[in-house]
């Protein structure tokens, strides 16, 4: 088992930028954004998660932010859990969100093996609409 602080600060790590996350993905990376959420799917790879997800909230929104206010790690597991709030502005309509998530991380040897997003989608889309 690897350590749970090294995994911890690994997805500490990611939520600094897309380029830190995007070092922590493989190309057999599982990433599960939430069921109507507006870019809702399971993505695999570094690729697909970047076009996606990153590329499109990059470009869709300003200053979207995910701010995590609580770290779980799960013992023995590999596996970080986060809690955290995302902020932001979507640009064609102006509206701002500020959404509760949990996401919940699976770790090997020191990357992400798969990401799985719970997210108060109603507030996303309604800022969207």
Known sequence: MESQQ???NIIRRTYEGPEFLLEAV???TVWTEAAGYPYCGTFHGATSIKSNVFDRL???WDGFVATVHTYHEVANQNIVITEGVYTGTYKTTGKSIRADFVHVWKLDD???AAFKQYVDSH???QAMS
């Open 58 to 60: 990059g470009t869709e």
């Open 26 to 28: 493989t190309d057999s």
């Open 6 to 8: 090294a995994n911890v």
């Open 110 to 112: 020191g990357k992400i």
């Open 123 to 125: 507030i996303v889309v």
